[in-house]
Nanobody, 124 residues
Framework: EVQLAESGGGLVQAGGSLRLSCAAS????????IGWFRQAPGKEREGVSCIISTDGSTYYADSVNGRFTISSDNAKNTVYLQMNSLKPEDTAVYYC?????????????????WGQGTQVTVSS
C-alpha cells in the first residue's frame, strides 16, 4: 500500500495562493495515478485534479480549471497542487490519493490509498 502525506495547507485570503504537496512512499512512483480531492463540512468528497504519472496527463474539475495546476516530481515521489486565485468556496480538507488503476478519476472509490488530509481555509 502506498503511504501518502499531504502538506502546505493553511489560511489565506481570497485571491491568494497556496501550494499543496503530496509525498508518496512507493517503489515505482510512475506507475500511479495521483489525485487531489477535497471535502468541505457537510459535503461529499469531490475530485479536484489528477495526474497520471506514466504520461503526465492531467485532469481538473471545472470549478478549479484555470486556477489550479497539478504537477509531479517523479524523482522525489511528490505531487504538487498549485492553487491560485483562491475563493472562499475552495475551503475544505484536501486529500491526495493514489492507485495504479483508475477508471474515473472523479470517483474517490477508484483510489485505494489516501493521505490524512490538510486543511485549506480561504477567508473573504
Amino acid at each position: 500500500e502506498v503511504q501518502l502525506a499531504e502538506s502546505g495547507g493553511g489560511l489565506v485570503q481570497a485571491g491568494g495562493s497556496l501550494r499543496l504537496s503530496c509525498a508518496a512512499s512507493v517503489f515505482t512512483f510512475d506507475d500511479y495515478a495521483i489525485g487531489w480531492f477535497r471535502q468541505a463540512p457537510g459535503k461529499e468528497r469531490e475530485g479536484v485534479s489528477c495526474i497520471i504519472s506514466t504520461d503526465g496527463s492531467t485532469y481538473y474539475a471545472d470549478s478549479v480549471n484555470g486556477r489550479f495546476t497539478i504537477s509531479s516530481d517523479n524523482a522525489k515521489n511528490t505531487v504538487y497542487l498549485q492553487m491560485n486565485s483562491l475563493k472562499p468556496e475552495d475551503t475544505a480538507v484536501y486529500y491526495c490519493a493514489a492507485d495504479r488503476t483508475v477508471v474515473d478519476w472523479f470517483n474517490p472509490a477508484d483510489f485505494g490509498s489516501w493521505g490524512q488530509g490538510t486543511q485549506v481555509t480561504v477567508s473573504s
